[in-house]
């Protein structure tokens, strides 16, 4: 299983990005994949999942509004589009793949059975 996030960079206050992993070795259907963050000196926390049987999305209070999450089935890939970007919004960003996840489990990182490698996103003020 490889997940490979990518599309982190340096943007000012209030602009937009999006970030992408690439997912391969998994049998979709059965996963949850998330997306996490961990800003310096701060646990990781839940951003953003999506169930890829089905489609629906859940947010982190913080973002919501803000991120949409979304998967594309032929490419075997999970997006983050982030608008409206804020300086506490800087972390590395990770994906996750979290197989026959109930939902209570959704925003718990260590029901993940899989990560990608990270990606940083720094906000400016």
């Known amino acids: 299983v490889q997940l490979q996030a990518s599309g982190g960079g340096l943007v000012q206050a209030g602009g937009s990005l999006g970030l992408s992993c690439a997912a391969s070795?998994?049998?979709?259907?059965?996963?949850?994949m998330g997306w996490f963050r961990e800003a310096p000196r701060k646990e990781r926390e839940f951003v953003s999942a999506?169930?890829?049987?089905?489609?629906?999305?859940y947010y982190a209070d913080s973002v919501k509004g803000r991120f949409t999450i979304s998967r594309d089935n032929a490419k075997n890939t999970v997006s983050l589009q982030m608008n409206s970007l804020k300086p506490v919004d800087t972390a590395v960003y990770y994906c996750?793949?979290?197989?026959?996840?109930?939902?209570?489990?959704?925003?718990?990182?260590?029901?993940?059975?899989?990560w990608g490698q990270g990606t940083l996103v720094t906000v400016s003020s």
């Open positions: 070795g998994l049998t979709f259907g059965s996963y949850v």
């Open positions: 999506i169930r890829w049987s089905g489609g629906s999305t």
């Open positions: 996750s793949a979290g197989r026959d996840l109930i939902l209570s489990n959704y925003r718990n990182p260590p029901a993940y059975n899989y």
